[in-house]
C-alpha cells in the first residue's frame, strides 16, 4: 500500500495515492470474476518453496494432498529469503517464522519437523530439490523437513544455487517476493492462512461445494468465559489488515470478557520500516480478498498516512477518558477504509469523531496536542522489545500465572481464540 513517497504527502499526492489504491482493489475483484468465467482445468499453480522456511514446509504437506483433490498441475520452483526491502527484520522473522508455524501445524492436522543445517546443507538441497521431477518435488520437499540454518551462519553468509536465483527471478516477474506461496492466475496465496481461499476459488472453478475443504481456517470462537486471562491489542490507523481484523478482535475479547488493553503503535512505514510496490499491491489485494471472505465492506479507502494518523492519535486520550476509545478506532478505520472518508482535514475527521458517538465540539479541543506520543512510543518498545514483533494487528495473551502467548495479524485471531481455549484448560 506504501505508494506515497513520503510519510506525509501533501494532498494532491494523498489524493493520488488513494485513487490507485482504490483502483488496485477494484481490478482486483474484476480479475476475480474473469478467472470464474474463463478459467478451464486443469488449473497451473506455480509453487514457491524456500528449503528453510518453515510455513513453506508446511504449505509443501498442504500441496501434496491438493494435489490429489484437484485438477491442478504443480509446478514448483526454489526460491531464497525475501530481501530486505520486503523483509527489514530477517533475524526476527525467521525466529517468528519458526515459532508460528509450529502453533498453527497441529490446528492442520499437520506435524512440524525441524532440523538444523548448515549453509552448505541448505545450498545442497536446493541443488538438489531443483534436479527432482516435478511431480516428485513436493515429496522430496517434505522429506527434507524445514530446515533451521545453524547459529552464527547467517543467511547473508549463504551462496544463492543457480537454480534458486532461476526461481527468484520466476517470482519477481510474476510479482511477488516471498516463499511459501502459490500463483494461481495472478493471484497469489501465502502459507497455509490463504489456502482455504485459493480452495474456495478450486471449488467455483469445478462446480463443488466448499463446506468441506482439505484446509478451511479454524474458528475464532473463544471460550465461554476468559475473564481470568489478560489480552493487548496493538493495533495501527493505517494498516488495511488492522482495518478488517480490530473490529473481529473486540468481539472475540468481547464474547469471552478476557480483561483487554488497547495498545495503537505508529504505521510501520512511518516508523521507518520499508516497503516495496509489489508488497504494497500484495496487501491490497489480500486485504480485499480476506474482506471478502468475511463480509467486511473494504475498499472505498483514502489513505490516512501521515498527519491524519497523528491527528487521530491526538484525540485518542480524550476519546478513552470518554470510555470510547474502542469505538474512536474502529470509526477512524471503518471510515478511512471502507468508506472513503479523508481524515486529512476536520471535516473527515469530525465524521469519525461523530460516527464514534462523540462530540466533535468538545473534540476539537484536545485536536493537535501531544499528549498521545510517549504512550505509543511506549507501546511500540513494548511490541518490538517484549513480543519480538514488528507488524499489526499484533496480540499478547496472558494468564494469572504469567504465561503469554504473542503473534501478528488478522489471521492468527483464531489462534488467539485457540491459545484462550488452551490457557483455559480447554
Same mark, same amino acid.
Given at each position: 500500500?506504501? &505508494? ?42 506455480? =509453487? ?12 509443501? !504437506? ?33 525466529? =517468528? ?5 509450529? %502453533? ?5 492436522? &499437520? ?24 511431480? %516428485? ?39 511477488? $517476493? ?26 467455483? *472453478? ?6 468441506? !475443504? ?14 481470568? &486471562? ?15 481484523? $480490530? ?12 480483561? *483487554? %488493553? ?31 471472505? =468475511? ?55 469530525? %465524521? ?5 458517538? &462523540? ?27 517484549? !513480543? ?39
Amino acid at each position: 500500500m506504501n &505508494l506515497a513517497s513520503t510519510n506525509n504527502p501533501p494532498a494532491p499526492l494523498r489524493y493520488l495515492t488513494s485513487l490507485a489504491e482504490r483502483r488496485m482493489v477494484k481490478r482486483y475483484r474484476a480479475h476475480q470474476n474473469a478467472i470464474r468465467a474463463s478459467t478451464k482445468p486443469p488449473f497451473r499453480l506455480d =509453487y514457491f518453496h524456500q528449503v528453510d522456511d518453515p510455513h513453506s514446509y508446511l504449505v509443501a !504437506l498442504a500441496l501434496r494432498q491438493i494435489a490429489t483433490a484437484y485438477p491442478v498441475d504443480i509446478q514448483s520452483h526454489v526460491v531464497s529469503p525475501p530481501d530486505s526491502m520486503n523483509a527489514p527484520e530477517p533475524a526476527l522473522l525467521h525466529e =517468528y517464522a519458526r515459532r508460528d508455524a509450529g %502453533q498453527i501445524a497441529p490446528h492442520y492436522g &499437520l506435524i512440524m519437523d525441524t532440523r538444523e543445517a548448515s549453509a552448505t546443507d541448505i545450498e545442497r538441497c536446493e541443488v538438489e530439490l531443483s534436479s527432482v521431477p516435478q511431480d %516428485q518435488f513436493l515429496d522430496k520437499a517434505a522429506s527434507f523437513g524445514a530446515l533451521i540454518e545453524t547459529p552464527k551462519t547467517g543467511a547473508a553468509t549463504r551462496t544463492t544455487s543457480p537454480p534458486t536465483r532461476e526461481g527468484n527471478k520466476l517470482r519477481r516477474r510474476l510479482g511477488h $517476493f516471498s516463499s511459501a506461496t502459490v500463483c494461481f492466475e495472478g493471484n497469489w496465496y501465502w502459507g497455509l492462512d490463504r489456502l482455504y481461499l485459493l480452495e474456495s476459488l478450486l471449488c467455483e *472453478l469445478c462446480d463443488r461445494p466448499s463446506d468441506h !475443504l482439505l484446509f478451511p481456517r479454524p474458528t475464532e470462537s473463544g471460550p465461554e468465559d476468559a475473564s481470568k &486471562l489478560s489480552l493487548e491489542i496493538f493495533p495501527s490507523l493505517r494498516s488495511p489488515y488492522t482495518a478488517i481484523g $480490530f473490529d473481529r478482535a473486540i468481539a472475540l475479547a468481547k464474547s469471552t470478557g478476557v480483561q *483487554l %488493553q488497547i495498545r495503537p503503535v505508529l504505521p510501520m512505514v512511518m516508523r521507518g520500516v520499508p516497503a516495496t510496490m509489489a508488497k504494497g499491491r500484495y496487501i491490497m489485494t489480500d486485504t480485499a480478498r480476506e474482506a471478502d471472505a =468475511y463480509g467486511i465492506p473494504f475498499g472505498d479507502l483514502y489513505d490516512p498516512i501521515g498527519a491524519p494518523v497523528r491527528r487521530a492519535y491526538s484525540l485518542y486520550p480524550w476519546a478513552r477518558s470518554m470510555n470510547r476509545e474502542i469505538e474512536f478506532l474502529s470509526s477512524f478505520l471503518v471510515n478511512a477504509f471502507s468508506r472513503g472518508v479523508n481524515a486529512a482535514n476536520n471535516h473527515g475527521l469530525r %465524521q469519525i469523531v461523530e460516527f464514534a458517538g &462523540l462530540s466533535w465540539p468538545e473534540g476539537k479541543k484536545h485536536l493537535d496536542t501531544n499528549q498521545w506520543v510517549a504512550e505509543i512510543e511506549e507501546n511500540q518498545r513494548v511490541l518490538v522489545d517484549e !513480543l519480538g514483533l514488528w507488524g499489526v494487528p499484533s496480540f499478547r495473551l496472558r494468564d494469572a500465572e504469567g504465561r503469554t502467548f504473542c503473534t501478528w495479524g488478522q489471521d492468527r485471531i483464531w489462534l488467539v481464540a485457540a491459545e484462550m481455549k488452551r490457557l483455559m484448560g480447554q
